[in-house]
């Protein structure tokens, strides 16, 4: 468990020497939800409309930008051998490095999220559902695409691959976390959906661990 | 998977398929004449869509071999995975492309048949849109099968994603039913209709038969191809 | 005559569909040299990562003390130094980042007070704060050699240890190494150059190209 | 010149390596826009008045995804030093780079826009600009993250920092690009939101490759 | 005595703030060799990329027949043949796609013919149609060394040029660097190792670590 924390440690600690990466991400999501409201104009209904999918489009997007290199760094300089040769599981390896991508990216995303979503017009209450909804669901975005990372180590030109890769395996979140907004704003049942999200991130949670291990042993053959 | 067992070994496959392929290959060809003519000529056209009916007897039969396909693929995953068969590897390298070849298949049968039936060539419907979602985890399936310069590194890759990807399938096969029926009412002509009539139910089976058969024999062909390119790239370099 | 700790029998690997080694069997006890030599491409570096676990091996036994290896790989892993050809060392943290990083890595969190001595062994105290990517090439081969003596583990595992060391770094190599050994330590190591440790055995690679 | 064409040959013959790999990139972008219906809900009209908003998104997505590592791979295993060792102007260099960048990835999409334009109910009138405002737009989007890209390289913070500002440049590409789209469809004046989007790309093709070619140098030191 | 092509005057660099040589001064003419040796950090590798134009110098100048090579930059770096530390090879393109791709780089269309003889001074034939990824460490140097043959630039700029070499592969680098010296090539070479070549000068860095 020691070692878990230790490997949070050091990539919250690169991440942090290295702010600008994740700022780019955050860039890159913050550009791609404006250019709605510019491309469609004001109007206010369609707008507050399509804002939640929007956002959840645009947060898979930032956080798929981010995955690509989340174990070909490691890969490249030689620290995946130090990894794969830790004398404990590399399924919490595994875990533990979705887990900072989560924190770096999953979390500003939740946080960054509501604001963005005042310039769609969406309602104040429906704002603090997007977030949590963000909150609740990027873990599994990370968690899929850190499979995606680690199938794709060692494979030519991966960035295109990996989003291939996993989009369609993100779908059920995406349409579970835009939909839980949509309930809200609507007057359907937000916990039911809400719920919905939690289960496909346990789901996740069981089983990606063991599949990106079993893809990192593999990568470093 | 006891068939896969007794060919695992790529030698007795060969022996196995070069006994089984010239006789499947008369029978497939035999079945698709008589399909064409139950399907074309035999049955009736339908009074609501006239000729354009015919295109289910292509359309469907594509679906549900696509469907099989993948789970297919899944099997061939594990078995590679579990019990490092080395034919398993090379019958999923050879079975992507035809299930996806159906895949699309279906799709755009269905598409050309939307355009007369409901005015476009494509709707947001659930059916539709997992549909093609599965295209695309064919498409990540064979991509990243190819991506590597070591094809055995492509192929246990693959295996992994296609063994995520057949837990997913049911998910996503359900939100996206759950998010169609969410956001719409049904405004164009559902899928399926009433009941169909035994003039059309009839040569839809032989077509579902013959387009199986046909499914089988790509793949025991492609498999072939494959052992051979496999020997060929695994051949010693002389000097 | 030592009794053998690790023992490795009839091991064989392919890398990429050719066959590298085949039939390649040797013992080593406490206090045991075995330097890997060969011309480039006869697989010491394959050997090392099948030593390590890191490449499936095609046929053959690893075994330690009597038991396969990879019956409890992590407890096998545990007992591992590795050195690569690459050093594995994160560009953007410092040296002394790197090598507490690692040894927290391998499970061990008390390693700070074994940090100087490491970082003395190889010269490394005034770069301790210094961040690796401003490092120069034998600098940074340094910082992963004092990783290897920080891990206090029972078998090192050196892919080409001396590569782009000075004179006196590769003498302070030499004396940890004998350190090691005379604690009862083993050491597999690839090497083109001279270990130049007296008793050391040598393994040699065949088929070369 | 012939080491400009060099170049360019390399690149592409390095994303060639297998025909699969742009094949992989045009995937991408059709999973990319599919996500929108999927996060959005499937009502044709509101698809068809965020059509062009979404189509340029996913272009700008899959240039970025595969523009950060334009130049890092070459920085990392040596080839930028051979780069900057060239016996001819850096700048045609970076030029080159952008040019193959943009030639598998520009041009594929906007040959595939169309097409996915027809299952968001596009005019097929509107298809044709949509495709003329692609072809016109990627350019500079290329230009623009190769010099994000190159700023990346060094370790300095600041280069982080600009490579930050360099996505927001992308924006008036964004807003002219699927504005031109908007135009068609309600009656506003395309061309001069296409000549917008020229002038834009001309500026990009004037003062990026000294840009990029600036911050190559720096990252060489 | 033979004139001096390269003439190198009170150069001067500095890296991350520090100094790491200054007032360097040297000259060398047709068919000499300068290797250059000295603890690590003590700065062959910042020299080497200062006179390849890649390090811009604090003071100093850099002259090529009586010219100051940064008039002409680009004619200059046409002179140059350059092996670094890592090894500029893309690990996706085969060897010979790589020898070829960096030849056209440098604006020289016309290396197929060349090709075959420079894959032969490094016993590469073999390996002319694989992947470099798949290559072991000193198949890879072999590549980058093949890649200064192919270039046939007056001077030769290397760095480490023995590392990963298996002897033979050593004594073909011997053979290479001599048979480049005899017509009249020029070759600076940072080493740890015995470039083992009569007749070539030496220059030793100051400031240790
Ligand atoms: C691109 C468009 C289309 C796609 C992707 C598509 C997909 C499918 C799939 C996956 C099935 C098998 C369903 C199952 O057995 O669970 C199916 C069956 C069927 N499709 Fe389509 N379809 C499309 C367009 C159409 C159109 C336009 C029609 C005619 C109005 C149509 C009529 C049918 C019928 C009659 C069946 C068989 C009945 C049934 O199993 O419910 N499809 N289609
Ligand atoms: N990933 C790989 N895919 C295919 N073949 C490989 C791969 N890695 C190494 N090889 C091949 O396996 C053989 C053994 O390589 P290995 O790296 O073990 O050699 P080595 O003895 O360490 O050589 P060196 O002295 O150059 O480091 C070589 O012929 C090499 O080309
Ligand atoms: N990018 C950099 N930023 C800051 N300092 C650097 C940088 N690169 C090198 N240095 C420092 O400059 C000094 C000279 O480094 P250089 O790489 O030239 O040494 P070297 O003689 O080649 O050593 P080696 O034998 O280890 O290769 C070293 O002290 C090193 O730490
Ligand atoms: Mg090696
Ligand atoms: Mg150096």
């Given at each position: 468990?020691?070692?878990?924390?230790?490997?949070?440690?050091?990539?919250?600690?690169?991440?942090?020497?290295?702010?600008?990466?994740?700022?780019v991400?955050?860039?890159?999501?913050?550009?791609?939800t404006?250019l709605?409201?510019?491309?469609?104009?004001?109007?206010?209904?369609?707008?507050?409309?399509?804002?939640?999918?929007?956002?959840?489009c645009?947060?898979?997007?930032?956080?798929?930008?981010?995955?690509?290199?989340?174990?070909?760094?490691?890969?490249?300089d030689?620290?995946l051998?130090?990894?794969?040769?830790?004398?404990?599981?590399?399924e919490?390896?595994?875990?533990?490095?979705c887990?900072?991508?989560?924190?770096?990216?999953?979390?500003?995303?939740?946080?960054?999220?509501?604001?963005?979503?005042?310039?769609?017009?969406?309602?104040?209450?429906?704002?603090?559902?997007?977030?949590?909804t963000?909150?609740?669901g990027?873990?599994?975005?990370?968690?899929?695409?850190?499979?995606?990372?680690?199938?794709?180590?060692?494979?030519?030109?991966s960035?295109?691959?990996?989003?291939?890769l996993?989009?369609?395996?993100?779908?059920?979140?995406?349409?579970?976390?835009?939909?839980?907004?949509?309930a809200?704003?609507?007057?359907?049942?937000?916990?039911?959906?809400?719920?919905?999200?939690?289960?496909?991130?346990l789901?996740?949670?069981?089983t990606?661990?063991?599949?990106?291990?079993?893809?990192?042993?593999?990568?470093?053959? | 998977m006891?068939?896969?067992h007794?060919?695992?070994?790529?030698?007795?496959?060969?022996r196995?398929s070069?006994?089984?392929?010239?006789?499947?290959s008369?029978?497939?060809?035999?079945?698709?004449?008589?399909?064409?003519?139950l399907?074309?000529i035999?049955?009736?056209?339908?009074?609501?869509?006239?000729?354009?009916?015919?295109?289910?007897?292509?359309?469907?039969?594509?679906?549900?071999?696509a469907m099989a396909?993948?789970?297919?693929?899944?099997?061939?995953?594990?078995?590679?995975?579990?019990?490092?068969?080395?034919?398993?590897?090379?019958?999923?390298?050879?079975a992507?492309?035809?299930?996806?070849?159906?895949?699309?298949?279906?799709?755009?049968?269905?598409?050309?048949?939307?355009?007369?039936?409901?005015?476009?060539?494509?709707?947001?419907?659930?059916?539709?849109?997992?549909?093609?979602?599965?295209?695309?985890?064919?498409l990540?399936?064979?991509a990243?099968?190819?991506?590597?310069?070591?094809?055995?590194?492509?192929?246990?890759?693959?295996?992994?994603?296609v063994?995520i990807?057949?837990?997913?399938?049911?998910i996503?096969?359900?939100?996206?039913d759950?998010?169609?029926?969410?956001?719409?009412?049904?405004?164009?002509?559902?899928?399926?209709g009433?009941s169909?009539?035994?003039?059309?139910?009839?040569?839809?089976?032989?077509?579902?038969?013959?387009?199986?058969?046909?499914?089988?024999?790509?793949?025991?062909?492609?498999?072939d191809?494959?052992?051979d390119r496999?020997?060929l790239?695994n051949?010693?370099?002389?000097? | 005559?030592?009794?053998?700790?690790?023992?490795?029998?009839?091991?064989?690997?392919?890398?990429?569909g050719?066959r590298?080694?085949?039939?390649?069997?040797?013992?080593?006890?406490?206090?045991?040299?075995?330097?890997?030599?060969?011309?480039?491409?006869?697989?010491?570096?394959?050997l090392l990562?099948?030593?390590?676990?890191?490449?499936?091996p095609?046929?053959?036994?690893?075994?330690?003390?009597?038991v396969?290896v990879?019956?409890e790989?992590?407890?096998?892993?545990?007992r591992?130094a590795?050195?690569?050809h690459?050093?594995?060392?994160?560009?953007?943290l410092t040296?002394?980042?790197?090598?507490?990083?690692?040894?927290?890595?391998?499970?061990?969190?008390?390693?700070?007070?074994?940090l100087?001595s490491a970082l003395?062994?190889?010269?490394?105290?005034?770069?301790?704060?210094?961040?690796?990517?401003?490092?120069?090439?034998?600098?940074?081969?340094?910082?992963?050699?004092?990783?290897?003596?920080?891990?206090?583990?029972?078998?090192?595992?050196?892919?080409?240890?001396?590569?782009?060391?000075?004179?006196p770094a590769?003498?302070?190599?030499?004396?940890?190494?004998?350190?090691?050994?005379?604690?009862?330590?083993?050491?597999?190591?690839?090497?083109?150059?001279d270990?130049?440790?007296?008793?050391g055995?040598?393994?040699?690679?065949?088929?070369?190209?």
């Open positions: 468990m020691s070692g878990f924390a230790a490997l949070v440690a050091r990539d919250l600690r690169l991440v942090w020497r290295r702010p600008g990466d994740v700022a991400v955050l860039a890159f999501f913050v550009v791609a404006t709605f409201p510019l491309g469609i104009g004001p109007e206010a209904n369609v707008l507050a409309r399509i804002a939640a999918g929007v956002l959840w645009a947060a898979l997007f930032a956080a798929l930008l981010s995955l690509d290199r989340l174990f070909a760094a490691d890969f490249e030689g620290t051998d130090l990894l794969l040769l830790a004398p404990w599981p590399l919490l390896a595994a875990l533990a490095k887990c900072a991508h989560w924190i770096v990216t999953g979390m500003p995303l939740a946080a960054l999220a509501p604001i963005l979503g005042v310039a769609f017009g969406l309602d104040p209450s429906v704002l603090l559902a997007l977030s949590v963000l909150l609740v990027t873990p599994t975005l990370s968690l899929i695409g850190g499979l995606a990372a680690a199938l794709t180590l060692g494979a030519r030109k960035g295109a691959l990996l989003a291939l996993a989009l369609p395996l993100c779908v059920p979140t995406l349409i579970f976390g835009a939909g839980a907004v949509e809200l704003a609507t007057g359907g049942d937000f916990g039911a959906h809400l719920a919905v999200l939690a289960a496909l991130a789901v996740a949670l069981a990606m661990p063991w599949a990106i291990a079993a893809a990192l042993r593999q990568a470093g053959e | 006891a068939d896969l007794f060919l695992a070994n790529p030698a007795r496959y060969r196995f070069q006994r089984v392929v010239p006789s499947l008369i029978a497939t060809a035999l079945m698709l004449a008589v399909g064409l003519y399907a074309l035999q049955s009736p056209p339908d009074y609501q869509q006239g000729d354009t009916v015919r295109i289910m007897f292509v359309h469907v039969p594509s679906a549900w071999i396909g993948y789970g297919l693929l899944a099997a061939l995953g594990a078995s590679l995975l579990v019990w490092r068969h080395p034919l398993a590897a090379l019958m999923a390298r050879a992507a492309p035809v299930g996806a070849g159906f895949c699309a298949v279906c799709l755009l049968t269905g598409s050309l048949w939307g355009r007369p039936m409901w005015g476009a060539y494509w709707v947001w419907d659930a059916r539709l849109t997992s549909m093609l979602l599965l295209f695309f985890l064919y990540g399936h064979i990243l099968n190819r991506a590597y310069d070591e094809p055995e590194r492509g192929d246990r890759a693959a295996a992994i994603l063994l990807g057949v837990i997913n399938l049911p996503i096969k359900f939100s996206v759950w998010w169609n029926t969410l956001h719409q009412p049904a405004s164009v002509a559902r899928l399926g009433p169909i009539h035994p003039s059309i139910l009839l040569p839809l089976l032989w077509m579902v038969a013959t387009l199986f058969l046909l499914f089988v024999l790509l793949v025991l062909l492609r498999t191809t494959e052992i496999r020997r790239e051949a010693e370099p002389q000097a | 005559m030592v009794t053998p700790l690790l023992e490795v029998a009839d091991l064989a690997c392919r890398r990429g050719r590298v080694f085949e039939r390649l069997s040797f013992a080593l006890g406490r206090g045991e040299l075995l330097a890997l030599v060969g011309r480039n491409g006869s697989g010491k570096t394959t990562r099948a030593l390590a676990l890191l490449v499936h095609e046929a053959g036994t690893i075994g330690w003390q009597g396969d990879r019956a790989p992590d407890a096998w892993r545990g591992l590795w050195l690569g690459l050093e594995g060392l994160k560009a953007d040296v002394a980042e790197n090598l507490l990083a690692a040894e927290r890595l391998r499970g061990a969190p008390q390693a700070e007070d074994r100087d003395v062994a190889f010269d490394l105290s005034s770069l301790a704060a210094r961040a690796v990517r401003t490092l120069s090439a034998g600098q940074r081969r340094r910082t992963a050699l004092a990783r290897v003596i920080l891990a206090q583990a029972p078998l090192w595992l050196l892919d080409e240890p001396l590569n782009a060391l000075d004179a590769q003498a302070a190599f030499r004396r940890a190494l004998a350190t090691h050994l005379a604690s009862g330590g083993l050491a597999i190591a690839a090497t083109h150059a270990l130049g440790l007296a008793g055995r040598t393994l040699e690679l065949g088929i070369p190209t």
